[in-house]
C-alpha cells in the first residue's frame, strides 16, 4: 500500500517550475526546435532566466542547443531529445492524475456537503 | 492576440511547488480539516518542511492553523479556507489546460510525422 498517497515523487523537478514547463511544453510542440528569440518570447522570458532554464534542461540531457553561424549574428537553436521528451509527457501524466484527483475529490466534497444538508 | 502563449501566470507560484501542491490537494479531499501530523503523513513531508509550507499557506490565507489543547499533547488542525480553496481549483484549471495542451500538440507532431512517412 501507497504510505504517503500525496508525496508526487513522479513530478520530476527539472519540469516542475513555471518557466521551464512553458519551454518544454514550446519544445513539444515545435519537435523541429526553435530559435532562442522565438523561445523568449513565446514563454515571456527574460534573457538571463532562459538561459538560466536552457543550462538546467541542457545538462540533463533534456534539450540540445545548437549554435548556428549563418551571414549575420549567430543564433541559438533550441531542440526537445527523444528522452527529453519522454520524460516530459511521463512528468505530464503525473501532472493529469494530480488535476484528476483534485476534481474527484472536489467532486465528493460538494456531494458530501449537498447530503449533509439534505439530512439535516 | 496572446503574445506569450506559453507564459502561464495563472499558474500561481504558490501552488506550483511539489510540497504545496500535495497539501493542498489533501486539504481539498479533507475540507473538515487534517491534523499536522497525518498531513505529514500523507504528503511524506519532514516536519520542518511541512512547517515551511503552511507558514507560507497561512500566510497568504490559504489555509488557517488551529492548535487544540486536549488532555495529551496539543496538536494543530490545518484547513483550507475558502478563498484558499477557489485559487487552488483555479490553479488546477490552468494545470489541466497545459496539461491538454501538451497532448494536443503531442498528437498533432505525431500525426505530422506519419503523415511525412507517408509521403516520403
Redesign the interface.
Known amino acids: 500500500m501507497n504510505?504517503?498517497?500525496?508525496?508526487?515523487e513522479g513530478?520530476e523537478?527539472i519540469f516542475?517550475?513555471?518557466g521551464r514547463?512553458?519551454?518544454c511544453?514550446?519544445l513539444?510542440?515545435n519537435?523541429e526546435g526553435m530559435s532562442f528569440t522565438a523561445l523568449q518570447?513565446?514563454?515571456?522570458l527574460t534573457d538571463g532566466n532562459l538561459n538560466r532554464h536552457l543550462h538546467a534542461l541542457a545538462e540533463t540531457s533534456i534539450v540540445t542547443l545548437e549554435r548556428v553561424r549563418g551571414s549575420g549574428r549567430p543564433t541559438t537553436t533550441v531542440r526537445i531529445t527523444e528522452s527529453g521528451r519522454e520524460r516530459?509527457?511521463a512528468y505530464?501524466d503525473q501532472?493529469?492524475a494530480?488535476?484528476r484527483?483534485?476534481?474527484e475529490?472536489?467532486r465528493?466534497?460538494a456531494a458530501n456537503?449537498a447530503l449533509r444538508l439534505a439530512t439535516s
Open positions: 504510505q504517503a498517497p500525496f508525496a508526487y513530478l523537478r516542475h517550475e513555471r514547463l512553458a519551454v511544453t514550446c513539444v510542440a519537435p518570447e513565446a514563454c515571456a516530459f509527457l505530464i501532472l493529469e494530480v488535476v484527483a483534485v476534481q475529490s472536489e465528493s466534497a456537503s
